[in-house]
C-alpha cells in the first residue's frame, strides 16, 4: 500500500513570496490533515479535511494560508505572502476508518 | 485546549541500556498516540492507548495509559542505534473527532 506522497520536499523561497504544497494521501482515506511543525516543536493542526469539505480551520492563518481538496483526494497548501516565520516542516496526513493517522515525509520550508 | 508536557526533552543512552520517556496531559486523555520521527522526516507511528491501565508493546518498545488517563509512558529495553530520533505523544481532545494535539518531543540519542 502506498504511502502518503507530499511534494515537493524541500522549498527555499523570499519573504513576501508565494509557495504551494502538495498532498495525495493513501487510497481511500476520507480524512486529510496538514500540520505545521516548528523547529523543536510537535506537529500543531493547520486544517482538516472530511473528503472535500473541512471540518476544522480554526489554527490556520486565513490571511495569508489557503488550502483546498476539491475532488476529495488531492490537496494544497498554500501561503501567500510568506513570513520568516512560516519557516517550518509543513505535514500532511490522512486517515481511514480507524483513527490512526497516516504522515508524508512532509515539506521543509525555508523563507529568507 | 489540551497541553502535552514530555519528559525528558532530550536523552542521550549507551546501547544496551532501558530508557523511559512520559506524557503528561493537562486533561484527561481520551486517545493517547506514540510516534517516532526521524530528524527532516515525517512521523512513523508506533502505538494507540484508549483505556486506563492499558499497555501495548511493539519489539522492544512498550507503551501504557495510568489509570487515571492523564499520563502515558514508552519504555525501550535494550536500546540500539536505530532506535534513536524524536518521540511524539499525540492526544485526541475530545475523543470525537479524530484531532491530534502533540507534545514537543523527546530527541533520543543512541550512542554505539
Keep these: 500500500e502506498a504511502g502518503v506522497a507530499q511534494s515537493p520536499r524541500y522549498k527555499i523561497i523570499e519573504k513576501r513570496q508565494s509557495v504551494a504544497f502538495w498532498c495525495n494521501p493513501i487510497s481511500g482515506h476520507a480524512t486529510l490533515y496538514w500540520y505545521q511543525q516548528i523547529l523543536g516543536q510537535g506537529p500543531k493542526l493547520l486544517i482538516q479535511f472530511q473528503n472535500n469539505g473541512v471540518v476544522d480551520d480554526s489554527q490556520l492563518p486565513k490571511d495569508r494560508f489557503s488550502a483546498e481538496r476539491l475532488k476529495g483526494v488531492d490537496s494544497t497548501l498554500k501561503i501567500q505572502p510568506a513570513k520568516l516565520e512560516d519557516s517550518a516542516v509543513y505535514l500532511c496526513a490522512s486517515s481511514g476508518p480507524g483513527n490512526e493517522q497516516f504522515f508524508g515525509p512532509g515539506t521543509r520550508l525555508t523563507v529568507l | ?112
Design chain 2, 1 to 112: 485546549s489540551q497541553e502535552l508536557e514530555q519528559s525528558p526533552q532530550s536523552l542521550i543512552v549507551q546501547e544496551g541500556k532501558n530508557l523511559t520517556i512520559n506524557c503528561t496531559s493537562s486533561k484527561t486523555l481520551y486517545g493517547l498516540y506514540w510516534y517516532k520521527q526521524k530528524y527532516g522526516e515525517g512521523l512513523i507511528f508506533l502505538m494507540m492507548l484508549q483505556k486506563g491501565g492499558e499497555e501495548k508493546s511493539h519489539e522492544k518498545i512498550t507503551a501504557k495509559l495510568d489509570e487515571k488517563k492523564q499520563q502515558s509512558s514508552l519504555h525501550i529495553t535494550a536500546s540500539q542505534p536505530s532506535h534513536a530520533g524524536i518521540y511524539l505523544c499525540g492526544a485526541d481532545p475530545s475523543g470525537s473527532a479524530r484531532q491530534l494535539t502533540f507534545g514537543s518531543g523527546t530527541q533520543l540519542t543512541v550512542l554505539p
